[in-house]
């Protein structure tokens, strides 16, 4: 079966790093995603890889190596905005998306 | 705001009512998207329509009923839930279905469900 494995909940310090993992094992491989969840809000589109190595976008980034099926989010100085859910998501052969479960970040002063 | 709404944002209802969740998107896209999502749970698609055309039903209840009359709106008809379908029902919208490059999906704020 499709599975994406990502921490269900992380705690971090604001100003602090964070890494956010995310396993997979999916049915062909044709890009990952990341979202950002608010409590009571849409999912909004973090990052997008499709090719090894790190994508930076500001202060989040998100790496993908393919051959271990692994990607991370990372957030640099954090603020406490950043407290949300973090949901991954591949698309696979059939261009389907395939969801993780998501990881609650707390984010405390 | 990402350009898709939903109303209701939030409704309860009884096993035997009817309701409809409507969801508008103002971005152009061609594909439109249910889901579902419960807590600690992944993301479950339930209905793909590109063009308007359904091209996906991943075994959804009967008790679900999709309805897309153009590009731009979705709905879910409801009847005779039952309380495990409480949950937060999410529309998405992308230029269609990708079957290539970063086509990302566009998500409305969610239509809070709880069947009592």
């Known amino acids: 079966g499709q599975n994406i494995d990502q921490p269900t909940e992380m705690t971090a310090t604001e100003g602090a790093i964070v890494q956010i993992n995310c396993t997979y094992q999916t049915s062909g491989f044709n890009g990952l995603f990341w979202y950002q969840q608010h409590a009571g809000e849409a999912p909004t589109f973090l990052s997008y890889n499709v090719l090894d190595g790190l994508e930076e976008k500001g202060r989040f980034s998100s790496f993908l190596s393919r051959s271990k099926g692994y990607s991370y989010l990372l957030l640099k100085e954090l603020q406490m905005k950043d407290s949300a859910s973090y949901l991954c998501a591949v698309r696979d052969s059939n261009y389907q998306l395939i969801w993780g479960a998501g990881t609650k970040l707390i984010i405390k002063p | 705001e990402t350009g898709v709404t939903q109303t209701p944002r939030h409704l309860v209802m009884g096993m035997t009512n009817k309701k409809s969740l409507k969801c508008e998107q103002h971005?152009?896209?061609?594909?439109m998207y249910w889901y579902k999502q419960s807590a600690k749970k992944p993301l479950e698609l339930m209905f793909v329509y590109n063009f308007k055309e359904q091209t996906e039903n991943n075994s959804v209840p009967s008790r679900f009923s999709p309805e897309c009359p153009n590009s731009s709106h979705l709905f879910l008809h409801l009847h005779t839930l039952q309380p495990e379908d409480s949950a937060l029902y999410l529309c998405?919208?992308?230029?269609?279905?990708?079957?290539?490059?970063?086509?990302?999906?566009?998500f409305g704020p969610g239509t809070r469900l709880t069947v009592l």
């Open positions: 998405a919208s992308s230029p269609q279905t990708s079957t290539s490059g970063t086509d990302t999906q566009y």
């Open positions: 971005l152009g896209h061609n594909a």
